[in-house]
């Protein structure tokens, strides 16, 4: 999950739930829109408290990983870490308020269950439109998460909970 930069009680809280659902590395991001800025020795004291949430959230839920809470990223550093994932998406509301719902359900059909899959999330101001054009251009696939515009610490959880869903339907 990278996930634009926003108010400590939702990132944490975003770190914990995603880390009961299954994420794997959680990666802070700098974007236009968002309503707080992690400058020097505060970036590295929220790092540093994230990870003991994220150790804190995999133990609580018998988790083997605890995912890595990696360094404050801005978005030419985040598309360079991209080469190492399978699968790259970027959840934009644009695309929920124009109706463009089956992008996503087509990735989910197509997975095999091993692939790295990145997806970025705006904070609470949302994604800039240069910043996805930008994000698309480097190979993201802009999707929608459905019909209904969700919180900035509600879609992660939304997005992992429908993934875990989708790739264990198939050993029911």
């Known amino acids: 999950i990278a996930w634009g930069v926003s108010k400590n009680d939702k990132v944490e809280t975003i770190v914990q739930k995603a880390t009961e659902c299954g994420m794997a590395e959680f990666i802070p991001l700098s974007l236009q829109r968002d309503v707080v800025k992690w400058i ?5 004291a ?4 994230l990870s003991k949430i994220a150790k804190g959230a995999a133990e609580q839920s ?5 995912p890595q809470i990696t360094n404050l990223h801005n978005l030419e550093q985040l598309i360079h870490k991209s080469a190492s994932f399978d699968i790259k998406l970027i959840a934009f509301e644009e695309n929920a308020k124009s109706g463009h719902h089956s992008q996503l359900a087509r990735v989910f059909k197509q997975l095999q269950g091993h692939e790295r899959i990145l997806v970025v999330f ?11 054009e930008r994000l698309e251009e480097a190979g993201f ?14 879609a992660p959880i939304y997005f992992l909970s429908a993934l875990s869903f989708s790739l264990e339907l198939d050993k029911v």
């Open 40 to 44: 020097g020795k505060k970036a590295d």
């Open 62 to 66: 018998h988790r083997l990983i605890v």
């Open 122 to 132: 705006g904070s609470e101001g949302g994604l800039d439109l240069k910043e996805v």
């Open 141 to 154: 696939i802009s999707c929608s998460l459905g019909p209904r515009i969700l919180r900035a610490e509600t």
């Open 46 to 49: 929220k790092i540093e408290r």
